[in-house]
């Protein structure tokens, strides 16, 4: 089964009076929906714009491994196990909130900043937080988070070159920049597959683009 989701249908909330523009693909906060709580592991994909100076202040989570890709711009990251990092495009931020951990990420730089934040339930939950960063992550490559039994495949296809989707349980695909194709289906930027029971699919870019695709063992 292929469910499609259209950035266009996502939930919009954030804060426009102090420069957040957020876009969920779940149920999130205030905006609650029975039948989009999440996908396998997924608790959140939230598309964030932060004006230059906006950003969230210190806040807390637990038992959530919480992945970061930057699409434009420069996160600055601070947590209260003493973590300071600025995050720019390419680059992939993991923080494991654990049995809890305070932080605040926000827009320190001058130009407006755009990332999607993932939200995955561990299997485990407890534990001591930790906190990493890739940098630069060229395409094909896999960064594994056992944490969730979850894989994160990043591809950017040039115009017209094919892209396998992970044979998998569950695959989540996550449209970041250009438009594909995925069984016919024409995907623009923020839209996304929730993929579940099916192999040999592939993603046909129409223009280059770039594509976030969680696999799931379960």
Not at 46 to 70: K, M, Q, R, Y
Not at 158 to 170: C, I, L, N, Q, S
Not at 186 to 211: F, N, V, Y
Request: proline share 8%; glycine share 12%; with cysteine.
């Amino acid at each position: 089964m292929i469910d499609v989701r259209r950035g266009t249908d996502r939930y919009r909330g954030g804060n426009e009076a102090a420069g957040i523009d957020t876009r969920h693909a779940f149920s999130f906060g205030s905006f609650y929906d029975p039948d989009n709580l999440r996908f396998g592991p997924v608790l959140a994909v939230n598309e964030e714009s932060l004006a230059p100076g906006a950003g969230f202040d210190e806040h807390p989570h637990h038992h959530t491994e919480i992945v970061t890709w930057v699409v434009e711009g420069e996160l600055t990251h601070r947590d209260d196990a003493g973590h300071a990092a600025t995050v720019h495009p390419g680059d992939l931020q993991h923080l494991s909130s654990a049995g809890g951990v305070r932080h605040v990420e926000r827009n320190d730089g001058t130009r407006p900043l755009c990332f999607v934040q993932m939200w995955l339930a561990p299997a485990d939950p407890g534990g001591e937080p930790a906190y990493g960063i890739v940098r630069s992550v060229a395409d094909g490559d896999r960064y594994p988070l056992p944490a969730a039994s979850a894989v994160l495949h990043v591809r950017r296809p040039a115009a017209g070159e094919k892209t396998p989707v992970p044979d998998a349980p569950r695959v989540y695909v996550h449209v970041v920049r250009g438009d594909v194709r995925l069984d016919g289906v024409e995907l623009e930027p923020g839209d996304s597959a929730r993929i579940t029971g099916e192999e040999g699919l592939e993603i046909t870019a129409g223009s280059p683009a770039e594509l976030l695709l969680w696999e799931f063992a379960s």
